[in-house]
């Protein structure tokens, strides 16, 4: 009781700090200075590659009993599931950036940046200027995002760790080393130059956006081209939920709003909606701790409670008119999907564990939700609220 005390409060003080976020997490245990374990972690102990990083985080998870996605956070020193990273305190650098303990970057610098603070919360790090007119966000779920926006011009460079090739394809820069492929696009008309190891984006405004391939989902050709949507502003959102329903939910379009309305087993319900009423891309990242599925059942999407069309390519979908969803179930136990909505109200969709092949109608969902979440109408200033009660909850029944 007294370490479910404990929690709450720590909880409850990071809630309060009421920070702007380009996406929102939720479920699980949040990261903080106090919840290390065994003392503070000095800055210049853990400023070493991604590998070393990645195994004192994983140390200090079994330490503190925490799975899935979220960072454990000490001293400018990010320890997630996924991603790990320092942050520079004087010059607000991203510094050592690592996915799955392979170092991407030697730093990801913007230039003129007049650090505020940085702060975590959750699966979140979010890296301000003092004017908020940079905001950087990174983000630990299976594709690693991060997003930079800048309301003023100007330049943002990105310093590649040894081994590490970039390549400019389409007004894409596709990053390759050691079995991972990831890219960034910028969602305006600024300039894009690679330069041996640096890539350097700017001088401009608007978004940049990193974005690798979701490292325990299945590669595959879509994800090039669903940062090239991104561009188009095509590209809605991103969903990824894991273990101890722990859950991301990033919006690449200023106008999308997604909220989750309850986690079941064998059930998600989520609402979607946008002002702008032009066709969007939903990408969903799911393992088999959230919903359950085995070799014998299959998942069926649902849009307004009626049997969403699923197409077999991705291509398909890319070049689809009518709303529609691609899915593959790689091993069993993930599921990556892919869905695109022609044309936006406020729509409903569910993602349901069924058996055999006959699809049956989705009755209406009336019970409160289990796990809600909203995600901000425009993804960088809007405010994100912990979710104290399930925090509390899931400690209790650990007793």
Do not use: C
Not at 175 to 188: G, M, P, Q
Not at 201 to 213: L, Q, T
Not at 261 to 289: A, C, H, L
């Amino acid at each position: 009781m007294k370490r479910s005390m404990k929690i709450a409060a720590v909880m409850l003080a990071i809630i309060t700090l009421a920070l702007p976020i380009y996406g929102q997490t939720g479920g699980g245990m949040m990261g903080g200075k106090d919840m290390m374990g065994g003392g503070m972690i000095g800055g210049d102990m853990m400023r070493g590659i991604a590998k070393d990083m990645m195994n004192k985080g994983h140390e200090m998870r079994n330490q503190q009993d925490m799975t899935g996605m979220g960072f454990m956070h000490s001293e400018g020193n990010n320890f997630g599931n996924y991603v790990t990273f320092s942050v520079n305190n004087n010059t607000g650098a991203v510094m050592n950036y690592g996915i799955t303990g392979i170092t991407i970057f030697d730093s990801i610098n913007v230039a003129n940046f007049d650090l505020k603070d940085s702060t975590t919360v959750g699966a979140l790090t979010r890296i301000a200027n003092k004017n908020s007119s940079v905001v950087m966000q990174l983000h630990d779920n299976p594709a690693s995002v991060i997003n930079i926006k800048t309301e003023t011009a100007t330049t943002i460079t990105f310093d590649l760790a040894d081994g590490v090739k970039a390549l400019k394809e389409d007004d894409v820069v596709k990053i390759e080393t050691d079995n991972l492929t990831a890219f960034i696009v910028s969602t305006n008309s600024t300039s894009i130059n690679i330069d041996g190891g640096v890539v350097r984006i700017g001088p401009g405004s608007g978004s940049v956006i990193f974005r690798a391939m979701p490292v325990n989902m299945p590669v595959n050709g879509m994800h090039q081209k669903f940062m090239g949507e991104m561009m188009r502003n095509r590209a809605g959102a991103e969903v990824s939920l894991g273990m101890s329903n722990k859950y991301s939910i990033i919006n690449y379009s200023e106008n999308m709003n997604v909220v989750i309305k309850s986690m079941e087993v064998n059930r998600m319900r989520m609402t979607i909606n946008s002002t702008d009423s032009s066709g969007k891309f939903v990408m969903m990242n799911i393992d088999n701790s959230s919903l359950v599925w085995n070799k014998n059942q299959k998942m069926r999407l649902y849009l307004d409670n009626k049997p969403m069309r699923q197409v077999m390519t991705e291509q398909e979908l890319f070049d689809a008119k009518e709303s529609s969803f691609w899915l593959a179930m790689p091993g069993g136990n993930r599921m990556q999907a892919m869905m695109y909505i022609a044309n936006f109200s406020e729509r409903t969709v569910d993602i349901v564990v069924e058996d055999g092949t006959t699809p049956t109608p989705t009755p209406a969902i009336t019970q409160p939700a289990k796990t809600p979440v909203s995600t901000p109408a425009t993804p960088g200033f809007e405010i994100m609220l912990g979710l104290l009660g399930a925090g509390i909850a899931y400690q209790l029944r650990r007793k």
